[in-house]
């Protein structure tokens, strides 16, 4: 296929005629295909059948240390339950926390904390003129969410292919005393896939924070989640790292089962440094009583240990991989070599982050929904969706069946390419 | 028998020589007891065994309106659990939202959230120099704990035997704009066990604050928690009351199925007006993506509607009434007329409220404390758990079984009488 900068007006307008044809045919579908949230597909859930087994009538309720997990107690979790997202964070069980069913809350409560009562200590955020998070961009739109609701100015950091911006990061960190958080997406990012290196690990462990309530938010939500049994992203464990450099507090994992057993009802977690959870814990203790302990010890129960639920995650990739190569065989097929968009094809996650030509990423989500593709709104992978580039558009191919799958990404390319043509066009006129 | 209060110091002295007598005896037994929490004890917990039956690998996952509860969403709650906890609440759905497995930790994120970022639009609190809570004291330790985390000053409002004193409720809250919000636990009252009179309601919904971000927190935590079949407390329903004052925004209700199901493992909500859950809705849809919407469903499914949750409520009863009876029967018995302490007889709830002579509580409790039995700490039920009185103290009698229940409360009068008894003798030697 010929790169379409090199086209002339004519052959871009027949391509536009073509295209345009082909638009409104899909169109007249009535298509209702939804590529725009990281869920999972039914068949996983399906998948997880037997999780509904591991309580019954009969089963014994005390967890190891004899606590009967259907009354109130154990604030920071059962044990069993602390050693199993402690090894999934491969970090001791006596630095994690258990909370409810969202990692997402936890990542909310603790910055509200901090605005409230600051950070171990430190002056509460909400007294303070100006705080700072930084954002690796493109990124997770709901952590930006967090971020704005507290009126917390965000500042852009650019990904790069093996994390963020680390000269801009130690720029911001290390010399200014407002920049009190930045928000990371480490493994099998979100949207963008990359795992950030070794070497970007070390740099963040070694951080001379301005402000000595800095934190970095670790959410290593697909810290599990390979599609591949070989092909497989390694990420060097930050908290060892940190506390090698003397830096024990900076970081706070977050993880959760969310994409594990299943979005709402799993559990999440917690791991950080013991000052950090002293800490969250005299603040928690006033917050709620505890957590669904019974639901810590389902999930306990279902895998045994994490080396059990690194099993199971095969089989969730059984099921997701034809679902990615399926996008990435589609986007090579339809776009490969024409150099109006690029793609990331991940080892793992839940996502595929796709760039057109500048200008035009909120027109293709625009021109999908009419035809009955709902994509992640464009700019979301951005502060205050603000795209500077209007060019980042995430993919998420998890949640449709792969025939529907097939159904979207087809309108998606073709949107592509009738946006770009018409981007093109525009340009040769001026 | 006879009033202390009218004994001779030798009859003092020689009462006194028994009492230590007898508790020394006591602590030699080394037991360990527990009248401290409001916590079910192990028989009513394994009443419950059938709710592991509701959800099995061949259940239906899907909720009534169609929504896979086995996935992301429905951040207000699955409609039927709306519905349920409505009913609950006396309530229409659509003012209810279903949250996670505590209403504590709603009513601890309702304070923190008007701190930030204030109630429909109003200032947030933190930007105040000065926010004051009502707190009716007696009361609840754990609502004292969350004000008191969060800075906000809180004004002691005593109880009569129909609520607070709203005389004094009225006072402050339609003249000093400062005052933002009353914690009530409106029927068989933690501890005292009172409900509130329809008058006290109706005067609680035509209240005219001067604050228009003052909401009245009602925790009504023992709703539908009745220990006989007859004698039953009935509570106005205050939301229908505050509207036909135009009040509709002037009360947030809190409910949860904790000492209904299992404490940590149940479902909580809250219902309020119409304006107040679009603002709540506004804000949490930033915090999570949902809450456990299987939680909800095995809810709905175990007592397929209210009824069904009040007929349940009477195999509760069936455990708990003898409990009560006992405490209600030990303290009539050993300490009935000797004028060293006055007790509760509540209809329901969890909880007897003892006063003893003035400045005695803490005493008591650390004496019996000394002989193996915790009880909540003296103090606890006031604000900064400071008794002016150093007289309240809260038993909690359903978590022992109840011939450990004996041992206890046995303990307990034998600890009143002896440090009662030290009380007269000092007081007569001035």
């Not at 303070?128 to 507290?150: N, S, W």
């Not at 497989?232 to 507090?249: F, P, S, V, W």
């Not at 559990?267 to 917050?287: E, M, P, R, Y």
């Not at 589609?330 to 030509?357: A, D, R």
Request: glycine share 8%.
């Amino acid at each position: 296929m010929k790169n379409y900068s090199l086209l002339s007006k004519d052959e871009l307008e027949a391509l536009k005629k073509e295209f345009e044809a082909k638009y409104e045919e899909k169109k007249g579908l009535g298509l209702k295909l939804n590529m725009a949230r990281g869920l999972p597909g039914a068949e996983q859930l399906d998948m997880e059948a037997d999780f509904f087994n591991t309580l019954n009538p009969t089963s014994e309720f005390k967890s190891e240390a004899g606590i009967d997990c259907r009354n109130y107690g154990e604030l920071l979790g059962i044990t069993e339950a602390r050693k199993l997202m402690g090894d999934m964070m491969s970090i001791s069980p006596d630095n994690v926390i258990v909370f409810g069913n969202s990692s997402l809350n936890i990542m909310y409560d603790t910055v509200c904390r901090s605005m409230i009562l600051g950070v171990c200590g430190s002056t509460p955020w909400c007294k303070l003129d100006k705080v700072k998070f930084l954002c690796p961009v493109p990124g997770y739109d709901r952590h930006f969410a967090i971020t704005e609701q507290f009126g917390i100015e965000m500042i852009n950091i650019p990904m790069k292919s093996d994390g963020p911006d680390m000269d801009m990061v130690e720029e911001y960190v290390n010399n200014d005393p407002s920049v009190k958080g930045i928000w990371c997406v480490p493994k099998y990012a979100n949207p963008t896939g990359i795992t950030y290196s070794d070497e970007v690990v070390r740099r963040f462990a070694a951080l001379a924070p301005a402000a000595k309530d800095f934190r970095i938010y670790w959410d290593n939500a697909y810290n599990i989640h390979h599609l591949y049994d070989n092909d497989q992203d390694n990420l060097l464990e930050i908290y060892a790292e940190c506390c090698k450099c003397g830096n024990d507090d900076i970081v706070y994992k977050f993880c959760s089962t969310s994409k594990i057993t299943f979005p709402g009802s799993g559990i999440a977690a917690l791991g950080t440094s013991k000052k950090n959870i002293d800490f969250i814990k005299s603040v928690i203790t006033i917050q709620t009583i505890g957590h669904d302990k019974l639901n810590q010890l389902r999930h306990v129960r279902y895998f045994k240990d994490f080396d059990g639920m690194k099993k199971h995650m095969k089989k969730h990739a059984v099921i997701l991989r034809p679902k990615f190569e399926l996008v990435h065989k589609k986007l090579e097929e339809e776009l490969g070599g024409l150099g109006i968009g690029s793609w990331t094809n991940p080892h793992g996650g839940y996502f595929v982050s796709f760039n057109s030509l500048d200008g035009c990423a909120k027109e293709i989500v625009a021109k999908c929904k009419e035809a009955g593709v709902t994509m992640t709104g464009a700019g979301a992978t951005y502060p205050y969706k603000k795209d500077p580039f209007d060019s980042n558009i995430r993919i998420a191919p998890t949640y449709p069946p792969i025939d529907e799958l097939e159904q979207a990404i087809d309108i998606f390319v073709l949107v592509v390419k009738l946006v770009s043509v018409n981007k093109l066009i525009e340009e040769k006129q001026f």
